[in-house]
């Protein structure tokens, strides 16, 4: 049996075009791989080296073949066996196929082929019946990798159906020379050009649905990330920059037509309890709840956006009549007032709500959005869970605020803050024990301003924590020169804002005030109210026993005003409580004063002294004397003096007070 090694030449030569492009073509697409070209050199030598040994088996039963024929077809056909084991692991790379289950079916296309046509065995048709496996093998890679890119069909059907039809055209050739021997050479040409010509054709086909998946796949990547960038992550909503976009489309149709529009600026209530409380996951998790209300309540063409942390937007693209926006408004609080569950637990918050009306509260989007936002706060003002439209007076409050803002940010380094002193009266010994420091700010303009009238606007901005701190030092400091003055051992008391008491490091601004001055910690006290006190229990007494490790007084301020219980009140490490004012206001009203003489019975129970606040009438001064109280302070003694009218004070008068 001989073989047509002229034509075999000749073919694989041809053949060896296709599977030239067809490599370059998968190592190409593979490229971003850094490890492919390490396992395509190993594969490579591995196709070489066997497609090497299974030809040289060959030779032997090729009859007086001229060497350098033979020699060229072992050179051809190992240049393809390595170049297909490359474009192989280029396929394997580009469409994340299973090699192992692509190689075991092709091979076992072939294989099937090969027993059921091959009339006899012998060296020669086993050498090439194992190439022609090999090949197979490879080409059911590259088959598996087209139909996966090519199809929508699962891998096992695509394998089968893409496999049979390559290992089928590549698998019959070779053993087509072993059943028919005597075949003319100009097969052998003709099907090495269509070998070459199918797995080209099978490499260009990959390549082009690759390159427009590839495009398919950028068009999506940008429109995910325009998606991104006019979208609210968390909740999905449209974000500021696609709000003001509508908003100002809206705005030019409105201008158009002549209709009115309105923006609703919305704020939830409290927000900051509930992450404080549950965790900045509960309070997502109410952020998208609420989104989702406020998307059911609008209509189509409007839209709700989030603008960031707890605030919400709504345009409301058209509207007839001023009340239509109220009503919208309305139906929007009943809407967020409904109680959340969350992590198991039922929450209830509510929303204030500002509006702002096109064209009467301005006509570009910036201006609708600022007024929209300025009514909001008049409507946390009004008591929260309401809604207010916009004013013109609303806009010179807010600059007014805004430069009281800018003035205080200037207040401490321009020493216009001053503490001034009240007396703290000793019941039982008729003498001042104490004072308390309160801070007030000595304007250029506005003159002397209280806390009420800044304090707010400290807290809401951050500068209530140094402010805060410079209070307690310039306490600490004054106490101590009064104590080597006046020869008066004098207790400071100073109130604690929310936001400084849980200022991180307060227990080592605390320490280094006091040891500053010289002062011993025992003649500081620190206030802080009884609502902040129980908005985090937990977190309030690990707090105030950091403070109480220190030395200094604690005290419960504004107490009757919140809702402690014994069981809590008992957990916290203070000295005393402060009766807040309003109860001392009506104290001899049987209701009020048997408010009053409970708590003052309570805390003696509890080893605390009672400071009762806003002492003003004699009539009050004998209730709390006869109900042991302890402390006293108010009008009725002194109003709270600048440092040198106490000077004074107490010169005259030395500590003694009368409360006979």
Known sequence: MSLPYDGLVWGEALRLVGVTLAAALFVTMARDDRSHSVRSLVVSASALFTSSVLLLCAWSFAGEVPRWTLTTFVALAAAGAALRASYAVGGIRVAAVDHRQAATIGGGVALALIAALMPEWS?????????????????????????????????ARAAMSATAFVAAGTA????????????DARFWIAAGACRGVLEAGLALTIAFHRSELDRRRALAAVAQAEELAYHDLLTGLPNRALFFDRLNVALAHAARHKHKLAVLFLDLDRFKNVNDSLGHSAGDEMIREAALRLNRCMRHEDTVAR????????????VGRVEDAGRVAQKVLETVAQPYTIGGRE????????????PV????AETLVRNADSAMYRAKEAGRDVCRFYAPAMNANALEELELESDLRRALDRKQLALHYQPLIDVVKGKIYGLEALLRWEHPKLGLLTPDRFIPLAESTGLIVPIGNWVIREACRQIKEWHRMLGLDLVVA??????????????????AAFEAAGLRPRYLELEITESHAMADVAKSIRILRELKVLGVRLAIDDFGTGYSSLSYLKQFPVDTLKLDRSFVREITVPEDGAIARGII???????????????????????LKQNA???????????PLPAPAFEKFAVHRGNEMRVA
């Open 123 to 155: 060296p020669a048709s086993i050498a090439f019946a194992a190439m022609s496996i090999v090949e197979a093998m490879a080409l059911g890679v590259v088959a598996l990798a087209a139909a996966r890119i090519l199809s929508s069909w699962t891998p």
């Open 494 to 511: 100073v109130n604690l804002s929310p936001r400084q008491f849980e200022q991180a490091d307060l227990p080592g601004q605390v320490r």
């Open 347 to 358: 929450i209830i918050t509510t929303a204030s709500v500002g509006i702002a009306l096109y």
């Open 361 to 364: 509260d301005g006509i570009d």
């Open 172 to 183: 019959l050739v070779p053993i087509a020379g072993v059943v028919i021997p005597d075949i």
């Open 629 to 639: 109280c302890d402390r006293l302070q108010g009008y009725l003694f002194s109003r």
């Open 601 to 623: 019975a309570m805390a003696h129970s509890l080893s605390l002294r009672v400071l009762a606040e806003g002492v003003e009438t004699l009539g009050q001064l004998e209730f």
């Open 307 to 318: 603008f960031g942390g707890d605030e919400f937007i709504l345009l409301l693209r058209i």
